[in-house]
C-alpha cells in the first residue's frame, strides 16, 4: 500500500501538537473518519492512500488555519471538519467565520468557540429566519440572543423576536 506524507514543517511543536490532540485522540478521529492508518514522523505527517486522501489532505489544511485562529483544536471540531470535507461542504467554512458576534456588558468580545457556533453565526449573517436545533448547553440560544442584542443596539433591527 502506498503511503502520503504531508509536511508540517512550517508548523511549531506546540501547533502539532494541538493537531494531534491528547493522547493522538485527533488523529484517532481522522483514522476512523477516512479509514486510515496515520501517525507523524520527522515534521510529516503520513498515511494510507485511499479514496479519501484528498479529503484528508483538505481537512489537515482546515485544522491547521483553525489552530492557527484559535489556538486549539478539539476532536468535535475534527469531526465537523471531517463530515463536512465528506460532504463536499468543506469549501463553505471560512476561518473568518470565527470573528466576534458581539460584546458582554463590560465589552468583552463574544466569539463562536467550535467550529458549529462558527457555522451558526454565519448562517445569522446570510439569513434572515434560523432554525437551530441541537444538544441542550452548546450555545444555540446565548449565541442567538447575543447576536440579535448587537444588532438592535447598532439600529440595525428594531425588535427582537425569540421563540422556543
Request: aromatic share 10%; with cysteine.
Amino acid at each position: 500500500m502506498a503511503f502520503v506524507s504531508i509536511d508540517l514543517s512550517e508548523f511549531t511543536y506546540e501547533e502539532i501538537q494541538l493537531f494531534t490532540g491528547l493522547h493522538d485522540c485527533n488523529l484517532d478521529v481522522f483514522s476512523k473518519k477516512f479509514k486510515i492508518k496515520c501517525n507523524i514522523r520527522n515534521h510529516s505527517l503520513l498515511f494510507e492512500q485511499n479514496e479519501y486522501t484528498l479529503n484528508v489532505k483538505e481537512v489537515v489544511k482546515v485544522c491547521f488555519d483553525y489552530i492557527g485562529i484559535s489556538h486549539s483544536l478539539s476532536p468535535q471540531d475534527v469531526h465537523y471538519f471531517a463530515d463536512l470535507s465528506l460532504e463536499n461542504k468543506l469549501h463553505s467554512f471560512h476561518i473568518n467565520q470565527l470573528s466576534s458576534i458581539g460584546k458582554t456588558k463590560s465589552g468583552k468580545m463574544i466569539y463562536p468557540k467550535t467550529v458549529g457556533q462558527a457555522i451558526l453565526c454565519s448562517s445569522f449573517k446570510k439569513k434572515d429566519i434560523i432554525f437551530a436545533t441541537g444538544v441542550a448547553g452548546t450555545g444555540k440560544t446565548y449565541l442567538s440572543v447575543c447576536y440579535a442584542v448587537s444588532k438592535l443596539k447598532n439600529n440595525e433591527v428594531s425588535k427582537i423576536v425569540l421563540t422556543r
